[in-house]
């Protein structure tokens, strides 16, 4: 097992040993199907404007380096607008607030585990996760490499703000609101309470009808006028 913060700006060769860029995120589905997930592709910075796309069965990581198995040519690059069927972890879930379906809460991601296989295994809240960023891996040791008690299973969260962006057309295609929807409407007022409106907004709009009615009405009247003004 590894972290999202170990495999940043890791040193990516060829099979000649040669060095030809480093890895800069990590892009994973948006909609998860089953109980495991894994990343879609590598993002590799070399020496093309955009960075390249690399699956995972062209890379192998050893001796925190990340080895290439097929020639850059055959990669392909990434396009300037995106794939929204695609998340990247490194820039809209690290350091971002993500909702812990079983404790019906907000967190803040402070680092994501990876298992040896690639699996997206959760996310680390801890105050360990924070400081496996910022100090150094000689200060941490081997304690850094253990699973944080605090590990949220990438199963139990639901991402922030993505509701829209799931599902573009008509609303009655867009109400898909995934884990949120099996909370009671009291536990989903409590989530969009320690968000930002626009934030909260985003929540009720992924709502079906009669869920998103029964958490207005769960909402304080104050911040239910506000977002109001958020929702489209």
């Known amino acids: ?19 030809v860029g480093k890895l800069i995120d990590i892009l994973a589905p948006i909609v998860r199907a ?14 093309q404007e955009r960075p390249w796309r690399v699956p995972l069965s062209a890379i192998e ?3 925190n380096i990340l080895h290439l198995h097929v020639p850059v040519e055959q ?8 794939d929204r069927q695609e998340i990247s972890l490194a820039h809209e879930v690290l ?9 019906k809460k907000t967190v803040r991601v402070n680092d994501i585990s ?9 996310i680390d809240d801890s105050a360990l996760g924070l400081i496996r960023r910022l100090a150094p891996s000689w200060l941490l040791g081997t304690r850094s490499q253990h699973t944080p008690t605090t590990l949220i299973p990438w ?11 799931e599902q573009q057309g008509t609303p009655a295609q867009r109400r898909n609101s995934g884990q949120l929807a099996d909370l009671h409407p009291a536990d ?14 985003r929540i009720i709009e992924g709502l079906d009808d009669e869920t998103a009615a029964d958490t207005m009405e769960e909402i304080d009247p104050d911040r239910r006028s506000t977002l109001r003004n958020f929702c489209a």
Do not use: C
Not at 95 to 103: F, G, H, L
Not at 155 to 165: A, F, P, R
């Open 188 to 201: 989903i007022a409590d989530i969009v309470h320690q968000l930002t409106p626009g934030q909260g907004a």
């Open 75 to 82: 990669l392909m690059l990434q396009p300037e607008t995106g």
């Open 95 to 103: 350091d971002k607030q993500v909702i812990d379906i079983v404790r």
């Open 34 to 47: 089953g109980g495991t997930t894994y990343p879609s592709v590598l993002l590799i910075e070399g020496g």
């Open 114 to 122: 990876i298992g040896d296989d690639w699996e997206i295994l959760g």
């Open 155 to 165: 199963t139990h969260i639901e991402l922030v703000g993505l509701q829209q962006s």
């Open 1 to 19: 097992m590894f972290y999202l913060s170990q495999l940043l700006n890791t040193a990516i060769e060829d099979n000649n040993n040669a060095r």
């Open 61 to 63: 990581r050893h001796d």
